[in-house]
């Protein structure tokens, strides 16, 4: 089946530095993915939408300047917070799927917890 | 994008049936019912997922009522690893996002 890796599982790092979270799709091309934040006892929360080779669709509230997003390549995108400070700590997750594959579901990574300090 | 609701918690006792209710009376003719779970500190993991007929697979079965506006996740015999958040979601598949809500909280009590 599809799967999806993130890396890394977890980061530690000062506030002020940049962080950069990759998401690849391992058996399969995925022209978009997809972004999320998780703060403790919360749901999930879209942040973006990470489009191959043109520019992701942020949603409302979330800073695109803050988060880069870059989809070079049909298996990877990656999410770079920007001058990272404490209140970016939280769970970020991925997800993508088949291109084209109607009803099949979406697949997630199993996420990278972002600590700043 | 059909809204949802679910109860905010749910326990089950280990080895029982665990019956998971949503309703998405707003529900569009070309949305499907999926169901995800996330394990604490996990990715969200796929369930199952149907249209109108009633789905069974490894994991679960899914019932889906007649006029759809409600559905059923049901694990056969819950043990203590399917403590999780359960999520229903419906979704059109010519829609790649999902958004999520607040889910169902499940408890297997040993």
């Known amino acids: 089946g599809a799967v999806v890796s993130q890396h890394p599982s977890w980061v530690i790092c000062k506030s002020g530095t940049s962080v950069k979270i990759e998401c690849r799709s391992l058996?399969?091309?995925?022209?978009?993915m997809f972004w999320y934040r998780q703060f403790p006892k919360q749901s999930l929360m879209l942040m973006a939408t990470?489009?191959?080779?043109?520019?992701?669709?942020?949603e409302q509230g979330v800073e695109k300047d803050k988060f880069l997003i870059n989809h070079a390549s049909l298996t990877l995108s990656t999410l770079t917070v920007t001058s990272a400070h404490p209140e970016d700590s939280s769970f970020y997750i991925c997800?993508?799927?088949?291109?084209?594959?109607?009803?099949?579901?979406?697949?997630f990574g199993d996420g990278t917890r972002l600590s700043i300090l | 994008d059909a809204k949802t609701t679910q109860p905010p918690s749910m326990d089950c006792a280990e080895g029982r049936a665990a019956n998971l209710p949503c309703n998405h009376s707003t529900i569009s003719g070309n949305e499907y019912v999926y169901w995800y779970r996330q394990i604490h500190s996990q990715g969200p993991q796929y369930i199952i997922h149907g249209l109108k007929n009633n789905e069974t697979n490894e994991m679960a079965s899914l019932i889906i009522t007649e006029d759809r506006k409600s559905s059923t996740l049901i694990l056969p015999h819950a043990t203590l690893r399917d403590t999780a958040v359960y999520y229903c979601i419906p979704r059109s598949p010519r829609d790649d996002k999902i958004i999520f809500g607040k889910g169902t909280r499940l408890h297997i009590l040993p």
């Open positions: 990470s489009n191959e080779g043109s520019k992701a669709t942020y």
């Open positions: 058996d399969f091309q995925a022209t978009t």
């Open positions: 997800s993508a799927r088949v291109p084209l594959a109607g009803d099949q579901p979406q697949h």
